[in-house]
């Protein structure tokens, strides 16, 4: 299992926007072969950050959802509210503890 | 819940290093009030970067770790690893999916 990790910066004043198009946007991820779980995060601190992070089974279904047709039609509801071109990195479990990790 | 994230580039090679000395630390976070979970991911694209996710009950538990004494003892055996100031932040979930969010 791997985590992708998208650190998005939205337009000012766009958030609940941008999370409505998440919302609306979430099914088409969600279809894909490999998808496991997502989470949208919020900044406390900079209200205009957010986080995605998206459990894959391997990274070549993350590759594969941006190669789908389906990621043409996520692209032109989501990346509108983008005030820079995200940052999309992968990352693997090392260590966890705890009831909610 | 809220959760806090920290982004951490470790200095050149010492990647396993720091994942023994997390792990060997992580119960002085695991102890405190409010701690609900963590998780420790490392980059793949950048092997010396790392995210560190802990789930809190609130923001002021957090705010208590890093006033506690056990703080300083984390500082001295998990920040030498770090090559430059680590950044943290904190979330909260606006929505999510899946059965690994």
Request: glycine share 6%; charged share 15%.
């Amino acid at each position: 299992m791997i985590l992708e990790m998208v650190v998005v910066q939205v337009r000012t004043g766009m958030g609940a926007d941008y999370e409505r198009a998440f919302y609306e946007s979430a099914h088409l991820i969600a279809a894909c072969q490999g998808y496991l779980g997502h989470r949208l995060l919020r900044c406390i601190e900079i209200p205009d950050k957010f986080v995605v992070l998206v459990h894959w089974q391997r990274l070549d279904d993350h590759v594969a959802f941006n190669q789908a047709p389906q990621y043409q039609l996520w692209k032109s509801r989501i990346h509108p509210f983008y005030a820079a071109p995200s940052v999309v990195e992968h990352f693997h479990t090392v260590a966890a503890g705890g009831t909610s990790s």
